[in-house]
């Protein structure tokens, strides 16, 4: 008997052993393994809706039914499926179950129960006698993933059924595959007579996908592919007899590559020999990544959204080896790299404790970016066979400076620092020298918002660059390069006065969307109102209609002024980076209040209309896919932090319970990109949009890693009477937060760590140092500084009792 046909003899008595008839359990079904993990039913409204079964390397994407229409826009039919990045390796597949001539379709589940790590679906088929569970998840690091289908035989006579499962391969590339040579061909089937699995191949590439159960087969054939595309379809049947009250379960593995059939099979026998194991790994490490950062407020739902955004996070995570590792945008449609995607999350996934794919992601979009752009500017948009779509937007270089800075904040590594550096110094340099053409210190071109024609000097790409040079000067002085700390700390002190000198609209009371002329705005404003008047939002025609015409009667005597026109959200960039005017942003911040829904805040105001403080109902996309009417995390979250830097930690904790309306509304135990239930799926700026204002604010967590500080802060909602924090990571360390405050305002705070030689800084607000009592600690000084008292102290454990005022 050769080696490869053993393993196959071997890998069938495992399976066999996972398909024993026993009415409870078997250990190694998938229902005990995780009989103790969290988990989220979903709701009837939304079984034609996406889930994700998300591993680092293969991801599913179906519907809650079970089943697998032709679904997303990127590539148009084709973003659900099996995917093997840079490949696809199925559409689908389809079990049905055969007795006695009559055929049930497992198709049409009754309910979608989401686990972190697993997906359930269940079945209910009246007048059968049976219980039907779909089971499925996608081992770490694995090229595959297993579907577990379990049938118990709830009658009193033996049953005797044909399980059919069919797989529908569809091997082809992803998005932007022919620019890198990576071109589609039929595939083709062979049936495996030794280990009973079929194999697809594409005839014009070594792309492979393999799948098979380890049960005798008892009939095979060669099936129809109602699929698109040139994909093929493999049936297997085999005939189960289940006793009365017994259960069986049957796994099938399903494994690919885009390398070779060996490394295929072996990775289907590999998947096959150890599911259980596999599983149970994957369960344990989705436990500890619980653990860190762990949240607990009076407020459930938002613990609970926190605690499933750190799952969300890990969802995202996407290796292709010969290009690298990191964060990818959202799913289904943006399953690839983002350089101002991850320039946004990473901050919060440093907060969580992901510092390992932090540092990864880093790395990718630096390495990339250098290989093509090479002059410091950082890329928008990469596919994962490594084609760069987009070369970079305006904000992206800047804001990677502020990403470095602040993760450095947290890991407090020198090297790290040098080796970002020289992006940072030729980013800076080119931003200005090649982007700033009226040298008025404000570069030109697109930021977030991708609306056509603006692309002139847009508020967040301005306030997004003052932020990178006050970042780079902070950087320079910590590699020691004082005199171009000095001349970026001037240009930083620069941009700030301007910004609030020449953005500023006091007519809209708010910071402009983008500095232009009066003839560029004329454009914008057309139109600007065909947009308002197809969507219907009339108080929209009627502002920009007067806008006009207050433009053509004074027309402007300088070249450039703010224009607000869309009510953009990134009007609030400076209160997000705290570069606002004290007196601006009271004003700015109360006019974005107006452009919101009980869902968050619009992306683009002026689709707001008269229901946006009602409407909680799902968003009405259109037909061709479009942000347009959009209501998203991203902008509620810049809010929330926006409100939180100015001392309104109650509104910003209205933002975050907004966001929370839409966790679990479509996907269980997710948030959509477009609130509550258009775009991705999953999206990974989300837990900016919370890791920030909870940990960074309402805790006020603010590491100095490289100095072995760290300063707590805690602004808390009124409404939270207690609140703990515990496990966050900084550098080697591990801090913990645990704040209760009593009827009669005294609060109690303690903070833990595990080094002793750290400084914890408190800053205490509403406090009196005569009527501050520490419990326990050693407090090394400690001053009144208006309505506050700081202190400093040292070891494992600080904790203070003191009343508010």
């Known amino acids: 008997m050769s080696l490869m046909r053993h393993s196959y003899v071997l890998f069938f008595a495992l399976l066999c052993f996972a398909c024993s008839k026993e009415k409870n359990p078997s250990p190694d079904r998938f229902e005990a393994i995780l009989s103790d993990n969290p988990r989220i039913p979903g709701t009837e409204a939304y079984l034609k809706s996406p889930f994700v079964a998300a591993g680092d390397r293969v991801y599913m994407v179906g519907h809650q039914d079970g089943s697998f229409p032709e679904l997303g826009w990127h590539i148009k039919g084709e973003m659900g499926g099996i995917w093997n990045h840079p490949i696809k390796l199925m559409d689908g597949f389809?079990?049905?179950l055969i007795e006695n001539d009559r055929r049930i379709p497992l198709d049409k589940a009754s309910t979608f129960v989401n686990f972190p790590m697993a997906n359930k679906h269940q079945y209910t088929l009246e007048g059968e006698n049976l219980n039907v569970n779909r089971w499925q998840f996608v081992p770490d690091g694995k090229q595959g993933l297993v579907v577990q289908y379990t049938l118990e035989n709830t009658g009193a006579t033996d049953r005797n059924i044909t399980l059919e499962f069919t797989g529908f391969s569809d091997l082809r590339p992803t998005w932007l595959g022919e620019r890198s040579g990576m071109l589609d061909h039929p595939d083709q089937a062979v049936y495996n007579a030794d280990s009973q699995t079929w194999s697809m191949r594409d005839t014009g590439n070594p792309w492979h996908v393999i799948f098979g159960a380890g049960l005798p087969v008892d009939a095979q054939e060669e099936g129809k592919n109602p699929y698109s595309g040139q994909g093929k379809a493999g049936i297997l049947r085999y005939v189960l007899s289940i006793p009365p009250g017994a259960a069986?379960?049957?796994?099938?593995?399903?494994?690919?590559?885009?390398?070779?059939?060996?490394?295929?099979?072996?990775?289907?026998?590999?998947?096959?020999?150890?599911?259980?194991?596999?599983?149970?790994?994957?369960?344990?490490?989705y436990r500890q990544l619980a653990a860190k950062s762990e949240l607990r407020t009076p407020d459930s739902l938002l613990n609970q959204t926190f605690e499933w955004l750190k799952y969300n996070s890990d969802w995202l995570i996407r290796e292709v080896p010969e290009i690298g590792r990191g964060?990818?945008?959202?799913?289904?449609?943006?399953?690839?790299?983002?350089?101002?995607?991850?320039?946004?999350?990473?901050?919060?996934?440093?907060?969580?404790?992901?510092?390992?794919?932090?540092?990864?992601?880093?790395?990718?979009?630096?390495?990339?970016?250098?290989?093509?752009?090479?002059?410091?500017?950082?890329?928008?948009?990469?596919?994962?066979?490594?084609?760069?779509?987009?070369?970079?937007?305006?904000?992206?270089?800047?804001?990677?400076?502020?990403?470095?800075?602040?993760?450095?904040?947290?890991?407090?590594?020198?090297?790290?620092?040098?080796?970002?550096?020289?992006?940072?110094?030729k980013g800076l340099q080119w931003l200005m020298a090649e982007n700033d053409g009226n040298n008025n210190n404000f570069p030109d071109g697109f930021g977030m918002m991708e609306i056509h024609g603006l692309n002139s000097e847009m508020i967040d790409v301005a306030t997004y660059t003052q932020a990178a040079f006050a970042d780079a000067s902070e950087i320079a002085s910590a590699l020691g390069e004082e005199a171009l700390a000095a001349e970026y700390r001037k240009q930083a002190a620069t941009l700030k006065t301007a910004i609030n000198r020449d953005f500023w609209s006091e007519e809209f009371q708010s910071y402009g969307d983008f500095m232009g002329t009066d003839q560029q705005a004329l454009h914008l404003i057309d139109d600007a109102?065909?947009?308002?008047?197809?969507?219907?939002k009339p108080w929209a025609v009627k502002e920009l209609e007067q806008t006009r015409k207050a433009i053509l009667q004074r027309p402007s005597d300088t070249e450039l002024k703010p224009f607000v026109l869309h009510h953009n959200w990134v009007v609030n960039t400076p209160m997000e980076m705290g570069i606002a005017d004290p007196e601006k942003a009271e004003v700015a911040l109360e006019t974005a209040r107006n452009f919101a829904n009980p869902f968050g805040m619009f992306v683009t105001g002026i689709d707001r209309d008269n229901t946006a403080g009602t409407d909680e109902g799902s968003f009405k996309g259109s037909k061709t896919f479009s942000y347009t009417g959009a209501v998203m995390t991203l902008p509620t979250g810049v809010q929330a932090i926006a409100e939180n830097n100015y001392g309104h930690p109650d509104r910003a904790l209205d933002y975050l319970k907004r966001m929370t309306r839409s966790f679990s509304y479509a996907l269980p135990g997710s948030m959509y990109e477009v609130s509550p239930d258009y775009g991705m799926i999953v999206q990974a700026w989300n837990i900016y949009s919370f890791a920030i204002p909870i940990i960074g604010q309402f805790f006020g967590i603010q590491p100095q890693a490289a100095q072995k500080e760290i300063t707590v802060h805690p602004r808390m909602p009124l409404e939270w009477d207690q609140a703990h924090l515990e496990n966050v990571q900084i550098s080697d360390n591990i801090i913990s937060v645990y704040y209760h405050i009593d009827t009669a305002g005294t609060t109690q705070l303690k903070i833990t760590q595990?080094?002793?030689?750290?400084?914890?800084?408190?800053?205490?607000?509403?406090?009196?140092?005569?009527?501050?009592?520490?419990?326990?600690?050693?407090v090394i000084t400690q001053q009144q500084q208006g309505t506050r008292v700081e202190l400093e102290g040292r070891g494992r454990t600080l904790e203070v009792r003191y009343k508010t005022h």
């Not at 065909?530 to 219907?536: E, F, K, P, V």
């Open 94 to 96: 389809q079990a049905v």
């Open 248 to 285: 069986q379960a049957v796994n099938f593995v399903i494994a690919g590559s885009y390398t070779s059939e060996s490394e295929a099979r072996s990775t289907y026998i590999d998947l096959a020999q150890h599911t259980a194991s596999l599983l149970r790994e994957k369960s344990e490490r």
């Open 327 to 425: 964060i990818t945008a959202g799913i289904p449609d943006y399953p690839w790299w983002f350089g101002v995607d991850s320039e946004y999350a990473l901050q919060g996934y440093m907060a969580i404790g992901r510092d390992e794919i932090v540092h990864q992601t880093i790395q990718l979009i630096d390495s990339v970016s250098e290989a093509v752009n090479g002059n410091g500017k950082i890329i928008h948009e990469m596919s994962t066979n490594g084609v760069v779509f987009n070369p970079g937007n305006i904000n992206e270089t800047p804001q990677f400076a502020t990403l470095i800075w602040r993760i450095y904040q947290w890991n407090g590594d020198a090297e790290f620092l040098k080796k970002y550096f020289p992006t940072i110094q």
């Open 529 to 536: 109102i065909i947009r308002a008047d197809t969507l219907n």
């Open 754 to 778: 595990n080094k002793e030689d750290w400084t914890l800084r408190l800053v205490l607000e509403g406090a009196r140092e005569a009527e501050l009592q520490v419990i326990e600690g050693t």
